[in-house]
């Protein structure tokens, strides 16, 4: 999936007569757990979803039920909101063998580098990053540490998650706001992570409730 966001261009049939209110409509019936601002792009997504993307959030939605248990507890214990981890499906689909360009690895998707800072070991004979659980750990960790890092900010959270806090640090310095939306429009982030954070958003509202939208998925039993 990482790897698809990096060339996922919208068709104007998705965006046609995607809006913020309808975008805000969406998220005020989810009820998410967390804060962030609607916009429209969070629509058009739904919409690539329902459509071009449903085998994708099928098989996602199918997966989860392996995983979802173990991670809404482990986010719980570090602080961050359990919606969150539905980013696990625009990650990977929950596939703890997926491998993306850049060598990133496991369900959540740690390049070496982040995941030996967030204590998975890497060596000949292991690497904890397709661990389910270490992993997953790893996961809410970091992600905790950049959500303080950005003052409560979930959304330049994931956007760091996928492009690094350099990368996010740099375009906020550059705009001078510590707005994605902001940094979005300017610019100043690589496509994939612009289509990845309302990918994230756009999931997690289909997620909470499929049914609504068309997907009706038995997840998997949990492991």
Do not use: C, H
Request: no cysteine; charged share 25%; hydrophobic share 40%.
């Amino acid at each position: 999936p990482l790897d698809e966001l990096q060339k996922l261009e919208l068709t104007e049939a998705e965006t046609k007569g995607s809006t913020e209110a309808e975008a805000q409509s969406s998220v005020a019936a989810a009820r998410l757990d967390f804060g962030f601002k609607p916009n429209a792009l969070i629509q058009s997504y739904i919409n690539y979803y329902t459509g071009r993307g449903r085998v994708t959030m099928e098989t996602g939605l199918r997966r989860s039920g392996r995983y979802m248990q173990m991670a809404r507890r482990i986010f719980k214990e570090e602080g961050v909101p359990q919606d969150l981890v539905w980013l696990g499906q625009v990650e990977s689909a929950w596939s703890p063998v997926a491998r993306s360009w850049a060598a990133a690895v496991g369900l959540w998707q740690f390049i070496p580098g982040t995941g030996a800072r967030f204590g998975l070991q890497q060596n000949a004979w292991v690497d904890e990053r397709s661990s389910f659980e270490k992993a997953t750990r790893a996961s809410a960790k970091y992600l905790k540490f950049l959500a303080d890092r950005y003052a409560g900010n979930w959304e330049l959270a994931m956007a760091a998650y996928n492009t690094g806090e350099g990368n996010i640090d740099r375009a906020i310095a550059r705009s001078g706001y510590a707005d994605f939306w902001e940094i979005y429009s300017r610019g100043l982030i690589p496509n994939e992570t612009k289509n990845y954070v309302p990918n994230i958003l756009a999931t997690i509202i289909i997620a909470k409730s499929p049914e609504k939208y068309g997907f009706n998925v038995k997840p998997d039993p949990a492991l």
